[in-house]
């Protein structure tokens, strides 16, 4: 997206420090009161109690939030792996301006609604004051090059997404996420963290991909760096766009693998045999055989989710740090030509859509990605849907605010999948030009169902979050239908099940549709 046309920043404020608070509320709105455990009757009543068989049947920590995020660099850090294989420590490195601080470890997931379990805590810790931020002054990168502070044990944690939540004695708090990676997806349905995308909007430094100081285009990175803890709260964008639907995946009981974009880059194989990838609420940033092994996924039967807007559109390359592989996040964007990488024959850093080596998204997405800001009504233009089911809507029924801020639509240009199914059709404004949002399904060959919401605020709406009028009612629909996507999707290749029935030709923008303006909007 354009950073000069949307402030982030602004964008994301409120959400990411509010937690994940409206989650309890909407699961318990779909069958699932707070604090009740979906199991462990006996066993949480016995005087010596045996391991729960399932990891959400642990009693949980209502207390992991940030209670005070502090003073601007009171206390904050990063891992030097952004995932690691369970059993196996990573190191942190801290900043503090405090005399001490504390670790602790948060898993999260369901948990009786409390959404997470402490799993590790450190005691006291010599607090240390790092270095200041280097800016590598051709790319604008920022590194934050600090000595490790301690070694965390990963011994006995279950595979998921955690929240490392640094306390300096001082109160101040910030996060280190971090991901205890799947070593096989086989049968599962697949979480995707998309790193990548968390650092390209990280401004930690005063950097990001989209903007520098001086707040245009020409200090911004060409590349960015994970050897940086990331800026407010320090979750990257992952209690904003990915913890609701983590937490609606576990409280369902469905079997998961959890993995980051990084991984996927790193593993050819490790999507064999997976049931459904998912890429939550904003997955923009993705390498080239990112894309090349979800598509062959795809070709295999797994189904994939895309559960956000503006997803693979941005085509990025990872390089190596002082710490490590694939710790380096490249993007050129509108400067490719002067990527080092096209030297080597990479392919270019810039929009998958763009020449020279156009690969529209669309073909793996279905919708294709049109633009920002705008906040409109959801509207349902096929409520007899599959997925649909048990939601009570009606032909055009309607949900304030769900559409936005970025936006996709099912078009009709050549790299469209068919058969394509068009199940919501949301009239917009955006920057003047009249358009729509679309939620689509289609199915491919293999089998598999491939679902894109077509709004950015999708996964957010799951907790009553999001802003814009976006209530109760709209968190009931969201969860009930990913409720719905999520078991199809686990059980085997949906195509099979739910084929897509085409529809597309009634909403194709160039057929009598006199409101569409076929310039970019993006």
Known sequence: MDRAAFSRRTFLGAAGAAGAAGAVAAAGAAGCAPGEHAGGGEASRSPAPKPPAKENDRPGDAGW?????GAEHEVEGYADRTSVASGDPFRL?????????RAEAFRMGWYGGTLARKVWES?????????????????YTVSADWPATTE???????????????TADSGGQRYVPVTVRSAATQGRVVIVNAVATWQAYNEWGGHSLYNGPTGDDTDRSRAVSCDRPYHEDGDGLFLTYEQ?????????????AYVTNMDIDEDPHLLDGATAVLS????????QPMRDRVTAARGRGTNVAFLGANACFRRIRLEKTALGGRRLVVCYKNDWPRDPGRREGEPPTTNFREPPHAQPENSLTGTLYESNPTTADYVVTSPGHWLFEGTGVRQGSKFPGLVGTEYDRANGIGTTPRPMEVISHSPLTCRGIRSFANSAYYTASSGAGVFNTGTMRWVQSTAGRGGHGIDATTARFTTRVTENLLRA???????????AKDNLDTFHPYAGDPTWSKRNLW
């Open 93 to 101: 490195h801290v900043h503090t301006t405090a005399k001490t601080f």
């Open 152 to 166: 965390v044990p990963t011994k006995d944690w279950p595979e998921g997404s955690y929240l490392i939540r640094l």
């Open 244 to 256: 609701p639907v983590v937490a609606l995946a576990e409280r369902l009981g469905l079997p998961l």
């Open 489 to 499: 999707f686990a059980a085997g290749p949906a195509g099979r099940t739910h084929p």
């Open 65 to 69: 939030r940030l209670t005070r995020r």
């Open 123 to 139: 005691g006291p810790l010599k607090g240390t004051r790092q270095p200041a931020a280097k800016v590598e002054p051709t790319t």
């Open 280 to 287: 939550l609420g904003h997955d923009e940033y993705w390498t």
